[in-house]
Every structure is written in C-alpha cells, then in structure tokens.
T-cell receptor, first 112, second 117 residues
Framework: QKEVEQDPGPLSVPEGAIVSLNCTYS??????FMWYRQYSRKGPELLMY????GNKEDGRFTAQVDKSSKYISLFIRDSQPSDSATYLC????????????FGQGTRLTINP | DAGITQSPRHKVTETGTPVTLRCHQTENHRYMYWYRQDPGHGLRLIHYSYGVKDTDKGEVSDGYSVSRSKTEDFLLTLESATSSQTSVYFC????????????????FGEGSRLTVL
C-alpha cells in the first residue's frame, strides 16, 4: 500500500467549475500537508501548505485537511484555463530526517 | 525562480552505458534531492543529500549513486543504464526548518528527460 494515494485522473471540467482534488494517507506521523502544481514540462511548484486540520484559503484555492480520516483535499473555485496542470499532494514525514512523500498527481484540464 | 540548473535537459542513451545527471544550485541550500517521475507513480525519491559528502538513500535507490563534493552541485549517476530507468529526473533543493523557512518546501529544477534504448 502506498503511503499517499491520489486519483491520477485525468480530470476535465468546464471553465468556472469548482474542482475537488483529493488524497488519502496512511501514516499518522505525517504532519505537514502540501499541494504542488506542475505545468507541462516544468518542475512542481508549491501551491498551498498547511499543518493542521481544517481549511486554509488562498484566493480561489482552499486546502482542507482531516487528520482523523487521513484525508486531504484541494478545492479550486471559478476554475480558469490557466489552472490546467498536474496537481500533486505531498505530505511531510518527520521521523528522523524529513522526507516529503508525493501522491501520484492528478492531471487537470479546464476547458474554455 | 530558484537558481537550479539541471543538465543535460534531454538525453538518449543505450542500455548498459553510464549516465551522469548534474544539478547545480545558486541558493546555498543545504538539502538537495533527486526524484524520478513516472506515469502512475508520481515523484519518487532516489537519493538526497543533507550536506557536502552527506547523502542517503530514498525509496528507489537501486541502480543509482550520487555524489556531492560541493554545496552547489549534486550528481546522479546511473552506472549501467537500463530501460526501466527511462524517466524524467528532477532535482530539488530545500533548507532545514528555521526562521522564515517553510518546513518541507522544495524548489524544483526543470527536469532532465532520460531515454534508455
């Protein structure tokens, strides 16, 4: 069983739709939760970051963490074609050396 | 953009040949990482370094070696390339937690696309 599971999609939605991206994880030692965005043929870039259960908003993006269910989500409101990218959840494991464990990534396309 | 340069950006090689990928940073970050990215697997850690000459294995280290003789350079070597090592390789850097530093934030290079025939 992978430590972090993410539906790889692909996911295709019309412009303006609300997008929900999700990951589950198995290790309670995970403490920091992140979403990276990766445009085609580019390296990933940090999009959102949280270390507690609950919601965190940044513009049209909301990151949600439920530690009791080991479930994290990223919501995109009023989606734009420029949001088309692969979104990777990433969870930091702090047991000795810090290690970031990535989900498989979900490829998202926003259609004009 | 973080000052991370990967070279070469594209390489085609044959099975059994040695290959070295280079990552160069200008940020003076302590940690450097090599990941590979494959469809269905996401990013998987190959090796990482927490200082000059200090390296450790990641989850998919078999068939790979690394070296870090200077803070700014981290080399990934495939001693004898195999077709299963066809992938996109990403270098990343980070700083340990500290004042003004976001724990766990990695800065990635543009990737090196390797094809082993």
């Amino acid at each position: 069983q992978k430590e972090v599971e993410q539906d790889p999609g692909p996911l295709s939605v019309p412009e303006g739709a609300i997008v929900s991206l999700n990951c589950t994880y198995s290790n309670s030692a995970f403490q920091y939760f992140m979403w990276y965005r990766q445009y085609s043929r580019k390296g990933p870039e940090l999009l959102m970051y949280t270390y507690s259960s609950g919601n965190k908003e940044d513009g049209r993006f909301t990151a949600q963490v439920d530690k009791s269910s080991k479930y994290i989500s990223l919501f995109i409101r009023d989606s734009q074609p420029s949001d088309s990218a692969t979104y990777l959840c990433a969870i930091l494991r702090i047991q000795g050396a810090q290690k970031l464990v990535f989900g498989q990534g979900t490829r998202l396309t926003i259609n004009p | 953009d973080a000052g991370i340069t990967q070279s070469p950006r594209h390489k085609v090689t044959e099975t059994g040949t040695p290959v070295t990928l280079r990552c160069h940073q200008t940020e003076n970050h302590r940690y450097m990482y090599w990941y590979r990215q494959d469809p269905g697997h996401g990013l998987r850690l190959i090796h990482y370094s927490y200082g000059v000459k200090d390296t450790d294995k990641g989850e998919v280290s078999d068939g790979y070696s690394v070296s870090r003789s200077k803070t700014e350079d981290f080399l990934l070597t495939l001693e004898s390339a195999t077709s299963s090592q066809t992938s996109v390789y990403f270098c990343a850097i980070s700083e340990p937690e500290g004042a003004g530093v976001l724990t766990g934030e990695l800065f990635f290079g543009e990737g090196s696309r390797l094809t082993v025939l």
